[in-house]
């Protein structure tokens, strides 16, 4: 009876030991692609994947949708494989796995950490820190509103892409200077409005020429003169600043503006259209800590002589603010929110922000841009931008569908890789009172896949208005023209904010400081020193107080919220060790 009993459980325990080391039957497929050993486990809240091309988590049994394309690839990390999304969740196994423009080589270390699995269907997450606009938007008591559309239709004929312009006068009765806070937009017919832009011509005449209250016409869709007040594309009706921010509006001078609406029609049915769009903007006389400003990063253009070769899964072109176009800030500046534009062929977007010649972060990344979901999104934590950093705009592009090169313009058909980012404080001189509107260079060349390098590279920069341009060409990667304190490795000391100083988290603040309302201030956390419990005292503004626990962490990071990417590969080894140990424990038991 011993002898029946234990034959059987031995070899069900052997079994499922060999179950176990299955994982390790080929451990050199997990170094093979980008963040092998550290994939997700959809049904396991902070486990791993570690039989990746594989039904089971552990390894074995049958391949996964990923696993068959990856043997259909040799076994190796390509082009190819990357872009495809072989478990249908809508997006492709590069962006699941941290490689989102297919760049990664082996042995080196992925852009990003593992999202999400690329052969087992999950629903699509978060994918970068940020968060719509209006979700914590609070309307001030003395809200105004007004509205700008066209004043008569505007008759399209069956041509796809049509510009159409409105340059007209607002009068106010009570010269003010006020702060918008919202913006909506007026959509009169919804199959081919695309995007609107408003502008705001208060001290230049727009580049298209002085057609003010002259009704709608013909227009280019680039305006070099006048100051941006928002943009809208087809996503959420509404657009929202933070508590702390708005975008000013100044009638206190001559009691008029005169505003120019831009609207993209994409006619894809291709028949005659009517429609007079417009944006409302609400409007406060309470005036906010901060005013908005908004930068154009990447290029709307491209050079002629440079275009988008067709029927090419992922193609990218980077486009660079350099650290000569920052210097020219006088203060830090603070980024908290972004929205990509790029046109049908675009799939994703990102920029890259660079410090002393080395990447230090992202400011905006969107790995599954759509051409008609285009929308701005707030980022969580502002992110603190010097003088003397660089930005670098990459716009990834597939052109399967396309026979024709593809070239950067205004047309549907045509091009674009566009970051527009707004942020805190307003920087400007007297000659240019919107430094930084536009920060954007051209790479003729671009990234080779192949051989790993950017080829070749030259850059240009300029700022506008036209009156204030200034251009630099660059024979070398820009990013090495680095500011005067990273020599002394004093950047971060030197640019931090005293009281009533902008910021985006505590640690832009000098010593002893907090940062509130993405101002500088003085700590309103005051310790109870009655308390033998330690706790501490928290003033509130309704002028109640509540006691709280002290807490038990620190993050000097000055971020309230830790994302959890998955173990790392040594926790992932320990657990494989123990489970191995465990049963080695119990099967000699057994035995004896």
């Known amino acids: 009876l011993f002898a029946r009993t234990v034959v059987p459980l031995t070899s069900q325990i052997l079994s499922l030991l060999l179950s176990v080391h299955l994982v390790d039957c080929h451990p ?13 486990n959809p049904g396991s809240e902070g486990g791993v994947w570690a039989g990746v091309g594989h039904i089971n988590a552990g390894g074995g049994q049958a391949l996964n949708p990923f696993g068959e394309h990856f043997a259909a690839e040799g076994f190796q990390w390509t082009a190819r494989l990357c872009e495809m999304d072989s478990d249908d969740d809508g997006r492709t196994n590069g962006v699941e796995l941290g ?10 270390v992925p852009s990003g950490p593992a999202l999400s699995h ?21 309307p001030s008591d003395d809200e105004e509103f007004l509205s700008i559309s066209f004043s008569t239709p505007n008759e399209l004929d069956e041509t796809e892409t049509h510009y159409r312009c409105e340059q007209t006068t607002v009068k106010m009765a009570s010269p003010r ?13 919804q199959d081919i409005v695309h995007h ?7 001290d230049n005449e727009s580049s298209d020429g002085n057609l003010v209250d002259q009704g709608p016409y013909k227009c280019s869709g680039i305006e070099a003169a006048c100051s941006t007040v928002g943009g809208w594309g087809i996503g959420p009706d509404e657009i929202c600043f933070p508590d702390n921010i708005g ?24 028949k005659p259209q009517s429609d007079a769009s417009g944006i409302q903007l609400t409007l406060t006389p309470t005036l906010r800590p901060h005013k908005r400003s908004i930068s154009a990063l990447g290029f709307a253009t491209l050079n002629p002589d440079v275009f988008i070769p067709p029927a090419q899964e992922s193609f990218s072109l980077s486009n660079i603010c350099p650290t000569v176009s920052t210097n020219k800030l006088d203060r830090p500046i603070f980024v908290f929110s972004f929205n990509p534009h790029m046109h049908r062929y675009g799939r ?17 990344r969107i790995d599954t841009y759509k051409f008609d979901n285009q929308q701005p999104y707030n980022i969580r934590h502002p992110i603190k931008v010097l003088p003397g950093d660089a930005l670098v705009t990459t716009c990834r592009f597939n052109t399967m569908s396309s026979e024709y090169p593809i070239v950067g313009g205004d047309e549907t058909s045509n091009e674009m890789c566009l970051n527009f980012v707004s942020f805190y404080p307003h920087v400007g001189t007297e000659s240019n009172p919107d430094t930084m509107s536009v920060c954007t260079s051209f790479e003729h060349g671009y990234f080779d896949p192949e051989k790993g390098i950017a080829v070749p590279v030259k850059f240009t920069t300029s700022a506008r208005p036209s009156s204030d341009t200034v251009s630099f060409q660059y024979e070398s990667d820009p990013l090495l023209n680095i500011a005067d304190c990273c020599a002394t490795h004093s950047c971060e000391q030197d640019y931090l904010a005293a009281e009533d100083g902008a910021c985006g988290v505590d640690a832009d603040c000098m010593e002893g400081l907090v940062c509130e309302g993405h101002l500088c201030a003085k700590p309103a956390l005051t310790e109870n020193n009655n308390n033998n419990n330690n706790n501490i005292t928290t003033a509130n503004t309704d002028g109640i107080s509540s006691t709280q626990s002290p807490p038990t962490n620190t993050n000097t990071s000055g971020n309230n919220e830790t994302v959890n990417t998955g173990l790392s590969s040594s926790s992932t080894t320990l657990r494989r060790g123990a489970t191995s140990a465990f049963f080695m424990v119990v099967l000699a038991s057994l035995v004896l």
Not at 348 to 364: A, F, N, P, Q, S
Request: include cysteine.
């Open 348 to 364: 994703g977007l990102v920029t890259e922000h660079y410090r002393c010649g080395t990447k230090i972060g992202e400011i905006g």
């Open 99 to 108: 490689d989102p423009y297919c760049q990664w080589i082996e042995g080196e």
């Open 247 to 270: 975008a000013e509006i100044d009638f206190s001078k001559t009691g008029d503006i005169v505003f120019k609406l831009e609207v993209h029609y994409d006619n894809s049915l291709r």
């Open 28 to 40: 050199h497929f997990g170094s093979r692609i980008p963040n092998g050993i550290d994939v997700p």
């Open 196 to 202: 609107m832009i408003l502008y705001m011509c208060v």
């Open 177 to 189: 200077l006020l702060h918008m806070t919202k913006y909506r937009a007026l959509i009169d017919n």
């Open 118 to 138: 690329p052969g087992i269907f999950d629903e699509p997450r978060d994918l970068t820190d940020h968060v719509s606009t209006c979700d914590n938007y609070v």
